[in-house]
């Protein structure tokens, strides 16, 4: 399987991600929107990751990976949003994606 990660800052690469693919005998690729890469085909790719951000893209790249992010999902492929990644399937989906009363950092209990 190959993956493609879309990475918003230098800040959020796919770091262990990447050493737990490689290790189970996956390839990726990753998209550097932050330095103004072009979103890839999503024939390049059998999976996404979208990575956390510190910023959103300008607005061009992100009408661009939107637009590859609806495609995928319509398409069945994996996709995985992490941060910000997540709230852009979020809005895909439908959902209304909107800051937090209080900002959530680091691990969190859930129920």
């Known amino acids: 399987m190959?993956?493609?990660f879309l990475q918003h800052?230098?800040?959020?690469g796919?770091?262990?991600m990447a050493d737990w693919l490689t290790g189970m005998g996956h390839s990726y690729n990753h998209?550097?929107?932050d330095e103004g890469e072009l979103p890839p085909p999503?024939?390049?790719c059998d999976a996404l990751v979208l990575l956390d951000a510190l910023q959103p893209p300008d607005a061009t790249l992100l009408k661009r990976e939107r637009k590859l992010v609806d495609?995928?999902?319509?398409?069945?492929?994996p996709v995985?949003?992490?941060g910000f990644g997540a709230g852009l399937i979020a809005e895909a989906l439908g959902a209304i994606v909107s800051?937090?009363?209080?900002?959530e950092i680091g691990w969190q209990p859930l129920t």
């Open 71 to 77: 495609r995928a999902l319509k398409s069945n492929k």
């Open 2 to 4: 190959h993956i493609y």
């Open 14 to 16: 796919p770091a262990r």
């Open 42 to 44: 999503l024939a390049n």
């Open 99 to 103: 800051p937090a009363v209080q900002p």
């Open 9 to 12: 800052s230098p800040l959020f």
């Open 31 to 33: 998209c550097r929107l």
């Open 80 to 82: 995985l949003g992490i």
